[in-house]
């Protein structure tokens, strides 16, 4: 295919990408990825459609399109004497990380509208300054939403925190298990109601962990074994240990702010043995792997649901790091969207 005719195929895909994410969405809410997996094996058109409770000729146009991408996989059945409503539904790699306890949360959010009705991304806000650090509508600069934060939305979205800090962590401790080699205390700041320090103190039991956020959050969250949670402001005080953790923390505040953010940090934590742990993106604006893609979209989130925040690149990282006062630096790359950056005072 010329240049020209894949470039006539590929626009189709920006074009109806809402829609796709639409029926991604209403696969995850129907529960059909939950379903099949519970099930154990594959399942029929009908099964599904008594299970979920849709009618059969929706499901099977939604599963069309989703099987044809690859979410799902429908194997026909060989006999001919067959109802053709008892095509064989099973899961595939992805439909399996549309569970809820894997990333099903973290796609319904940037699919909802609440989501995309955060305080947004358009022409006018570009040319206003937004995303160039000029924008100053708001007081704080925090991620802002310009729709009531409702009770059902509150849910899913402490649900969806907790799905994203699951994916992040189980690539922190596959990855990098020699990050938390001698830590005796770390601490999470902006670690929400605790779920990365509740992994990272089970797969690595020789840490006692400080789960630090704002104390509203602290007040909602659920005893966790080896885990000790405090409440505050990160920009007034961090809680004092041998370690920091801020996990995609940074990426929703300005390079001031951040500067802020990491002094605050660095006067939590030994002079001379102590590290600040980040895991954030890293940008790589030469080439990148196989996560770039959905790194370069991050910080188009980014652009759309902060005030002044963004993922940043190798160079950014430094001249931040370095504005705060840290003498070194390191950065460890994972198979993942984030990487690990190790700064010391
Ligand atoms: C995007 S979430 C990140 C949560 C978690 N670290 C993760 O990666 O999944 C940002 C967190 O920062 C917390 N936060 C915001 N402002 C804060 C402040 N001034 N002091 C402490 N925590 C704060 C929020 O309450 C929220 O839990």
Partial sequence: MDEEAQARVEIWKYALGFNSMRAVKCAIELGLPDVLENHGGPMTLSQLSATVGCPIPALRRLLRFLTHNGIFKKELKLSKSQDPESSYYSQTALSRLLIRDKMATFVILQADPPAVQCIGLTAKDLKAGKGSGLDNRFPSEDIIWNVEVDAAFDKLLHEFLACYAKIATAALIDN???????????????????????????AFPWIRGINFDLPDVIAGASTIDGVEHVGGNMFE?????DAVMLMRILHDWSDNLCIDILKKCKEAIPA???????????????????????RLAMDITMMTVTINGKERTCKEWAQLLNAAGFSRHTIKHMKAVESVIEAYP
Avoid at 191 to 202: D, Y
Avoid at 277 to 294: C, K, L, N, P, Q
């Fill in 176 to 202: 990098c298990p020699a990050v938390f080699e001698g830590i005796g205390c770390l601490v999470d700041v902006g670690g929400h109601e605790g779920t990365a320090m509740g992994m990272l103190v089970k």
């Fill in 237 to 241: 005080c961090v809680p004092k240990a």
């Fill in 272 to 294: 001379d043995t102590g590290k600040v742990i980040i895991v954030e993106a890293v940008i790589d604006e030469e080439g990148g792997d196989e996560y770039t893609s959905a």
